[in-house]
């Protein structure tokens, strides 16, 4: 059992993700959120339970399968603490594979010492082509894929900082802020292959934190895959050693 304030918090950091990186469509069915984001990554193209709700498990689990089904889109449900354990037994139950365990990562902005800003980070509050564009070319992203995810970029009603290095006139390395009054949420962060190992990441990173911070936040979260030992040492040296909690999917094509 967690807490009510360990609970409160969890369910603050799920929505402020949500509304960090929005999906394109949200069906909200019985305390389930149902996201839609023409399959660009399962956060965004999967159900995520945020409240209990009153309808039979196995008439809310059909339901699910029926929409994404409808939508062309695989099952998959991303399981939190805010979900019950009779979800997880019942999605085992019919197929569902577990996958992916991911780890939410908390740093208090207010205690220790956050780097001031790099002068050779560039931050912008609009979305650029240019660095959609090197996003896209980073993590080798069809066009399509860029066009979806420049969408969901769009529909951001929080606010949003986009983080860049350009060296030899491209940009090589990029990461992404969103910010409330309360939190800050960092995304999508890359490094060209041949620019690894010198510190780019750890430049955004502490710029957009700073950001945040003389902003008057006093949280910053992240979420890291636990079998990525090289991301989680690099948010770990940056200070986000606190884990929160856990979620992992269960999923069926």
Not at 42 to 53: D, E, L
Not at 81 to 88: F, M, R, T, W, Y
Not at 113 to 127: A, Y
Request: neutral net charge.
């Amino acid at each position: 059992m967690i807490s009510p304030s360990t609970r409160q918090l969890i369910e603050d950091i799920e929505i402020h993700s949500q509304a960090a990186i929005p999906a394109l469509e949200t069906e909200i069915y019985d305390g389930w959120h149902l996201r839609f984001a023409r399959g660009h990554t399962r956060r965004a193209n999967s159900v995520n339970v945020m409240a209990p709700g009153t309808l039979p498990l196995a008439t809310k689990i059909q339901h699910c399968e029926e929409t994404y089904k409808a939508a062309r889109q695989p099952s998959h449900f991303r399981l939190t603490p805010l979900a019950d354990s009779a979800l997880e037994a019942a999605l085992a139950a019919r197929g569902y594979q577990y996958s992916d365990p991911t780890e939410v990562r908390l740093l208090d902005l207010s205690e220790g010492t956050i780097p001031d800003p790099d002068p050779e980070v560039s931050i912008q509050c609009q979305k650029e082509k240019s660095w959609l564009d090197a996003l896209s070319i980073l993590t080798g992203q069809s066009a399509a894929r860029e066009k979806t995810f420049g969408d969901m970029l769009d529909r951001i009603s929080l606010e949003p900082a986009y983080g860049s290095i350009v060296r030899n006139g491209r940009i090589v390395a990029c990461g992404l802020a969103v910010m409330s009054a309360d939190y800050v949420g960092l995304f999508e962060f890359v490094t060209d292959p041949a620019y690894l190992r010198r510190g780019l990441a750890a430049k955004i990173a502490g710029s957009l934190l700073a950001r945040a911070k003389n902003r008057g936040v006093n949280s910053a979260y992240l979420q890291v895959v636990q079998s990525n030992a090289a991301a989680v040492g690099f948010w770990e040296r940056l200070g986000f050693t606190e884990r929160l909690y856990g979620y992992h999917y269960r999923s069926k094509s």
